[in-house]
């Protein structure tokens, strides 16, 4: 009784350790067992397990085993049963460059830590059959081909070299103009201010030089001279517009500034200058003489007292701006030019390379 209970106990397990088995399904294939040296052949392996489970598939460096090249892998996963199970291929393209008979040992592969095989495979190499004994078949080398070139193999290389002339000349241009385009640098000389009264007594001794004073047709322009000059110079000596006031005006602007001698002086100077001047008074010739010389001694006696050093004409350089301006345009212009260029060479040069490799 118990080795009957034993028995059907046994028979169980194993029935039960079958049907997982059958979850897991490895097999191997390949598409010819027969081939020369250096064709390649395909080796699948293809798995079937639960899809919940766990699978580790084989790993190959560079042989799948020794003499035997890996040259590419390709990796497909399928899922069947409304995804309840899963199927991956490995397809492995293989070639052997000697010639043996090749056994290519099952595959392991491991669904949950247990290991489980493909079956074995085999595949034969062959040389190639040469006939020694007729040698006159075998054909010499061949002549070097000429390939002829085309407008796509040369077209970056040419637009490359076009754009590297075409900047290189534009810079060389923008060089030259870099140099001769100096920064205009100009000398002025800066005349320094005449007092006035150097300029009201060299414009009286011109009058008084002159001669013309001394005919009496001429009074009426003799006096508006001396008047003009003599206005001039209170307008700058005294800081207000004598050149547009009346003889009046000036007094009472004067006086403040003058003793009652200059000031008197100056009164009959610019009065006897209104008479002759609106009415038509004609002096004797000593009275024009002592109004002249009157005005030359009213601006002696008036002028600044302390003594000034004449000054001397100074010289300041002035850079001209816009020739400044440009030639940093032109320095900038050549520095993107020259990276411009260099970017080009470059170009050119993988182009070139890679045509002629």
């Known amino acids: 009784m118990k080795k009957r209970i034993l028995s059907i106990l046994f028979l169980f397990l194993f029935l039960v350790s079958g049907a997982e088995a059958q979850n897991v399904v490895v097999n191997a ?4 067992v027969q081939r020369f040296i250096g064709q390649q052949a395909k080796i699948k392996l293809v798995v079937s397990y639960d899809a919940n489970k766990r699978l580790i598939m084989p790993s190959f460096d560079k042989e799948l ?54 079956q074995e495979l085999a595949m034969a190499v062959y040389t190639f059959p040469v006939d ?71 414009e009286l001794e011109k009058i008084k030089n002159s001669g ?9 322009e003799f006096y508006t001279a001396i008047t003009d000059a003599l206005r001039q110079y209170i307008s700058e000596r005294f800081v207000f517009n004598a050149t547009e006031m009346t003889t009046g005006e000036i007094i009472e602007n004067i006086k403040n500034h003058l003793d009652k001698e200059n000031t008197k002086e100056l009164r009959e100077i610019l009065s006897t200058a209104d008479l002759v001047k609106f009415a038509k008074y004609n002096p004797p010739m000593n009275e024009n003489d002592r109004n002249l010389m009157g005005i030359i001694e009213f601006v002696e006696n008036t002028k600044p007292q302390t003594s000034v050093e004449q000054p001397q004409p100074t010289e300041r350089r002035v850079v001209d701006e816009r020739s400044a301006r440009e030639k940093r345009f032109l320095l900038e ?5 020259a990276i411009l260029s260099l970017t080009a060479l470059v170009l050119l040069i993988i182009e070139l390379y890679n045509l002629l490799s």
């Open 333 to 337: 212009l050549s520095i993107f030019l």
């Open 132 to 202: 020694t004994a007729n040698v006159e078949q075998f054909f010499g080398p061949k002549d070097i081909w000429r390939v002829s070139i085309e407008w796509q193999d040369v077209r970056n290389s040419v637009i490359y070299a076009v754009l590297l002339i075409l900047f290189v000349a534009v810079l060389v241009y923008v060089i030259v103009s870099y140099k001769r385009n100096k920064p205009i640098i100009r000398i002025i000389k800066i005349k320094p201010e005449i007092p006035p009264h150097v300029l009201a007594i060299t």
């Open 29 to 32: 294939e390949i598409d010819s």
């Open 212 to 220: 013309e004073w001394r005919t009496t047709d001429s009074s009426k």
């Open 65 to 118: 085993v020794e003499g035997i090249e890996i040259l590419e892998r390709k990796i497909d996963t399928l899922a069947l049963n409304d995804a309840k199970r899963l199927s991956v291929t490995h397809e492995y393209t293989v070639t052997s460059f000697d010639t043996a008979l090749y056994v290519i040992p099952p595959f392991e592969v491991l669904v949950e830590g247990n290991p489980y095989y493909s």
